[in-house]
């Protein structure tokens, strides 16, 4: 297996313009979760699914913030309109079991908002 | 809500030398997890505890989960400098996952 796969590994954009961030978990994963990681606040959950709804987004900051998951192989993470304190790594990742078991994080997108 | 405390959250290690680093959670846990992160890498999974005073071992690692499940430790013995990283342990409770703010271990070689 490829593992969780996300797009783009890297995203530099300027204040005030949407961002969307793309996740695809392993196979056969019943949950995929969204977290922000940061010098300052370290790893946050923003948001996880369970069979493509979402079941928890009290992580995430604001409503510039939203996400979605049409399918059971895709999710997105959408930022409108972007701020520079949004800048972080982004990770997704996917499990068969929730948080009460193994998560498998995919490499996570830098995103920097200047 | 549920905290989960990790210490210290820097830890120096002279190559060679053992290290320990704690967690504790301020409800008791159904499970804790420990994950790894190499620096520019993300984090992965190494070990969950889920028993009352359980203790694991892999290779050099300890991982061991207090009799209250409310804290747990991972000791590392002969540092080398592939254990250079971060360590977070994540403590379950009530469907949700909560991250420690990890160790980040560095070494002198």
């Known amino acids: 297996d490829a593992g969780v796969i996300q797009s783009p590994r890297h995203e530099v954009t300027e204040m005030g313009q949407e961002v969307t961030l793309r996740c695809k978990p392993i196979?056969?994963?019943?949950?995929l979760f969204w977290y922000r990681q940061t010098m300052m606040r370290g790893l946050e959950l923003l948001i996880y699914f369970n069979n493509n709804v979402p079941i928890d987004d009290s992580g995430m900051p604001e409503d510039r913030f939203s996400a979605k998951m049409p399918n059971a192989s895709f999710s997105t993470l959408k930022i409108q309109p972007s701020e520079p304190r949004d800048s972080a790594v982004y990770f997704c990742a996917s499990s068969y079991s929730g948080g009460a078991g193994e998560q498998f994080f995919g490499p996570g997108t830098r995103l920097t908002v200047l | 809500g549920q905290q989960v405390m990790q210490i210290p959250q820097y830890q120096h290690v002279q190559e060679g030398e053992d290290f320990t680093t704690y967690c504790n959670s301020s409800?008791?846990?159904?499970?804790i997890q420990w994950y790894k992160q190499r620096p520019g890498g993300h984090p992965v999974f190494l070990i969950q505890l889920v028993k009352s005073g359980e203790v694991k071992k892999q290779k050099r690692l300890t991982f061991q989960f207090g009799e209250a499940k409310k804290n747990s430790s991972l000791h590392i013995t002969a540092t080398q400098t592939t254990d250079v990283g971060t360590y977070f342990c994540?403590?379950?409770?009530?469907?949700?996952?909560?991250f420690g703010a990890g160790t980040t271990v560095t070494v002198r070689a």
């Open positions: 409800t008791t846990l159904s499970n």
């Open positions: 994540a403590g379950y409770n009530d469907y949700k996952l909560s």
């Open positions: 196979s056969g994963h019943d949950y």
